[in-house]
C-alpha cells in the first residue's frame, strides 16, 4: 500500500504560480508511476500530468502543457507540480496518483493509490 498526502494548494491571481507537493509513504516510491489529476466544480476528473519511475520522462495534458512542470525526488519520496501562468480554468483540486507500473497511463481507473486531494483557486 501507498499513502499519498498533497499539499501546496491554494489561492493565486491569474498569471500566478503554485507548487503542489505529494508525499508518500509505505512503500518504495521508486517503484510507483506517478501522476496529477484534477477535478473542477460539476466537471470529470481529468489527466494533467505524469512522470516515469526515475524522473527522466514526463508527459502533459495540452490544456497545461508549457506551463506545468511534473517532477519527484525518490529520495524524499515525493513529487510535486510546479504550476506557473495560472488560469482561472485551473480552478480545481488536484490529486496525486500513483500507479504500480512501469506502463504509461493517463487513465484514472489504472491508478490503485489516490490522496485527499489539494484545492487550487485561480482568481481573475
Known amino acids: 500500500q501507498v499513502q499519498l498526502v498533497e499539499s501546496g494548494g491554494g489561492l493565486v491571481q491569474t498569471g500566478g504560480s503554485l507548487r503542489l507537493s505529494c508525499a508518500a509513504s509505505?512503500?518504495?516510491?521508486?517503484?510507483?508511476?506517478m501522476a496529477w489529476f484534477r477535478q473542477a466544480p460539476g466537471k470529470v476528473r481529468e489527466f494533467v500530468a505524469a512522470?516515469?519511475?526515475?524522473?527522466?520522462?514526463?508527459d502533459y495534458a495540452d490544456s497545461v502543457k508549457g506551463r506545468f512542470i511534473i517532477s519527484r525526488d525518490n529520495a524524499k519520496n515525493t513529487v510535486y507540480l510546479q504550476m506557473n501562468s495560472l488560469k482561472p480554468e485551473d480552478t480545481a483540486d488536484y490529486y496525486c496518483?500513483?500507479?504500480?507500473?512501469?506502463?504509461?497511463?493517463?487513465?484514472?481507473?489504472?491508478?490503485?493509490?489516490w490522496g485527499q486531494g489539494t484545492q487550487v483557486t485561480v482568481s481573475s
Open positions: 496518483a500513483a500507479r504500480r507500473s512501469i506502463i504509461w497511463s493517463r487513465l484514472g481507473h489504472e491508478y490503485g493509490y
Open positions: 512522470i516515469s519511475l526515475g524522473g527522466s520522462s514526463t
Open positions: 509505505g512503500r518504495t516510491f521508486s517503484n510507483y508511476f
